[in-house]
């Protein structure tokens, strides 16, 4: 599958660093309503409190799956004027959408478990009468010796997500490699983006 060009009649094609910053900014402020209601929910019973911690991130990465494969673009994407696509700016499809979240997803499912092996562990009135603080150092104490290095993979994940966006030609992180998509300008999708290719002067 072809790419398509790094500048069109001199204006760059795919979303930088900055773009894709800001779009997280605002994926992130789209969540804290949810955060906020499952904050307070989940310290009216350990129920509540595992249901919370299993239900949050499974809606958070559900997001990502579906605005990704329905309209190649989150909330934060769309007010940034950015679209994930297929290299050649066409549609991505449930598969790609998948894929750029599957190591997440990864990681969600053992911090989930690590989660809720520490619910299961925890004393009820201790809990649920203790701060928030108070609550995640509970928390840390009872963590799965494991949960240390799924920590750790996650950190060096993040990183090298970073490191590899900000060194290719195309700002392609480690999650569009795996899915085979590239993020760029919305003007540039679909049709309209080959178009613009095939009428555009000299490309590098």
């Known amino acids: 599958m072809k790419f398509l060009p790094i500048e069109i009649n001199n204006k760059k094609v795919h979303a930088g660093f900055g773009k894709r910053f800001g779009s997280a900014v605002v994926d992130v402020l789209v969540f804290i309503p949810i955060l906020v209601a499952f904050h307070f929910t989940k310290s009216s019973s350990l129920s509540m409190a595992m249901i919370s911690l299993i239900l949050w991130p499974l809606l958070a990465h559900a997001y990502y799956i579906y605005f990704h494969y329905k309209f190649g673009a989150t909330l934060g994407k769309m007010a940034f004027g950015i679209k994930v696509t297929l290299p050649n700016g066409e549609k991505i499809g449930l598969k790609q959408a998948f894929l750029r979240s599957s190591v997440d997803l990864v990681f969600m499912l053992a911090t989930v478990v690590a989660e809720v092996i520490v619910i299961s ?48 030609k195309r ?32 490309v590098s």
């Open 171 to 202: 700002k392609r992180a480690l999650h569009d490699l795996i899915a085979g998509t590239v993020v760029i300008r919305k003007e540039y999708a679909d049709q309209g983006a080959h178009q613009e290719a095939a009428t555009a002067g000299p």
């Open 121 to 168: 562990k925890v004393d009820p009135e201790v809990y649920l009468k203790s701060s928030s603080m108070e609550q995640a150092e509970h928390f840390t104490l009872l963590l799965p010796v494991w949960y240390g290095a799924v920590n750790i993979a996650s950190g060096i994940w993040s990183w090298s997500e970073f490191i590899v966006l900000l060194f290719n």
